[in-house]
């Protein structure tokens, strides 16, 4: 493999830990909140994350100039270690007690700051294909999308937590039905 090569692989491997660690934490944070619409917002952003898996290969596959991004692809998630993000979400869980409202704030908390990674490495990965217009496009696209679940879940944090603004009307609902 060229060092191109090998610099794709690299990127593939944190996408592959970025987006995998966010599908299995917001399915996880599904089965332990305790609110129903809690429970389809974290649901949905699970969805979306596999999603975002695919939509980046067109980044990598162009990058590549074919498919051979999916046989990377299958090695890193075949080889991709189980979420330290949940366990540590599990350990935090069993320590408040499952009925703790606080296990469901710091669900949302720890989702942000997956939303952040997420952001600034898709804003990095637009920066990367600067000779890519439709590469750049997409992962711009993606940082959005990103910056889209941030301000849902802050949002939805503030609400929990009754702090934050007013709103005279809601703009999105935590459950994906707009």
Known sequence: MSGHD???VLLIREMVDLELNAKRFYEHAAKVTHNE???KMFKRLALEEAGHIK?????FASALGGDDWKEI????VKNHA?????????EEVQEWGSENKAD???????????????IKFFEDLSKKYVDNPAARKLAAKLADEE????DMLQAQH?????????????????????
């Not at 939509?55 to 980044?59: A, M, S």
């Not at 469901?104 to 989702?111: G, K, N």
């Open 158 to 178: 503030d609400s929990v937590m009754n702090v934050g603004i007013w709103l005279d009307e809601a703009e999105f609902r935590m459950d994906g039905k707009f």
């Open 104 to 118: 469901e704030t710091e669900a949302l908390r720890m989702a942000m700051d997956l939303e952040r990674r997420a």
């Open 73 to 76: 692809l299958q090695r890193e």
């Open 82 to 90: 189980p979420s330290k993000l949940v366990a540590k979400f599990e």
């Open 37 to 39: 619409t809690g429970k």
């Open 147 to 150: 910056k889209f679940h941030y």
């Open 6 to 8: 090998e610099h794709i």
């Open 55 to 59: 939509d980046v290969g067109v980044i």
